[in-house]
């Protein structure tokens, strides 16, 4: 079976700081894809990364970087000098078996 | 143009009427999904097709049926509807039902039974 683990349930920052969101996840396939969602207020489902099970090299998007450790089981994403239009529910998922687990979400609130 | 489209956006109805949702994807997928987003966000898995053939069904009441016309095509027919079936369903799709393969969603549908 696959989870998902998303501590961060709310996490409220202001403008312009760095934040790091948690993703933490379990499962004994040896191929499987992890993958980062965002929800703004909007409701729809925005894809921001994939990662492969081989791939530990991290990513760098803009103000966007992906932390994948194989060791920890953690998939972390980092928002560098954040901003009020980053606020939204962010989701971890694994994609193992064919099935796309989510995590609970973490919801980010930027505050100007 | 929309790749996954929803229709309706929005549903209100009562307890026990039977409803259904539609998905369309112009993406030419051979792989479609159904997803339930409760109201503290928990997204889970209901149905998954894969070239009309139902391929993943994550022990969901059978009052709800989903039905796949086509490739491009996947209804969500709900029967008998209760209070706690209020929720935003969407609908996905993907190429493939492989573990690479990113699925695009649809812009959900907000349902409210009363």
């Known amino acids: 079976a696959q989870k998902v683990t998303q501590a961060q349930t709310e996490i409220s920052v202001v403008e312009k700081e760095d934040v790091t969101l948690d993703c933490v996840y379990e499962?004994?396939?040896?191929?499987?894809?992890l993958f980062w969602y965002k929800q703004p207020p909007s409701g729809e489902l925005v894809f921001l990364i994939r990662?492969?099970?081989?791939?530990?090299q991290n990513e760098i998007s803009g103000r966007y970087s992906w932390n994948f450790q194989k060791s920890t089981s953690s998939f972390n994403f980092t928002i560098t000098a954040s901003q009020v239009v980053d606020s939204a529910v962010y989701f971890c998922?694994?994609?193992?078996?064919?099935?796309?687990?989510f995590g609970g979400g973490t919801r980010l609130m930027v505050k100007p | 143009d929309t790749a996954v489209s929803q229709t309706p956006k929005y549903l209100v109805t009562q307890m026990g009427n039977d409803k259904s949702i539609k998905c369309e994807q112009n993406?030419?997928?051979?792989?479609m999904y159904w997803y339930k987003q409760d109201s503290k966000k928990f997204l889970k898995i209901m149905f998954s097709?894969?070239?009309?053939?139902?391929?993943i069904n994550e022990t969901v009441p059978n009052r709800f049926s989903p039905k796949s016309p086509d490739k491009a095509h996947l209804n969500l027919h709900i029967n008998s509807l209760e209070l706690g079936d209020s929720a935003v369903y969407f609908c996905?799709?993907?190429?493939?039902?492989?573990?690479?393969?990113?699925?695009?969603f649809g812009p959900g549908t907000r349902l409210t039974v009363l």
């Open positions: 996905a799709s993907s190429q493939g039902g492989s573990v690479y393969n990113e699925q695009f």
């Open positions: 499962t004994r396939d040896t191929t499987y894809y």
């Open positions: 990662r492969n099970s081989f791939d530990e």
């Open positions: 998922a694994l994609n193992a078996g064919n099935m796309l687990t």
């Open positions: 993406l030419g997928h051979d792989t």
């Open positions: 097709y894969n070239n009309k053939e139902l391929i």
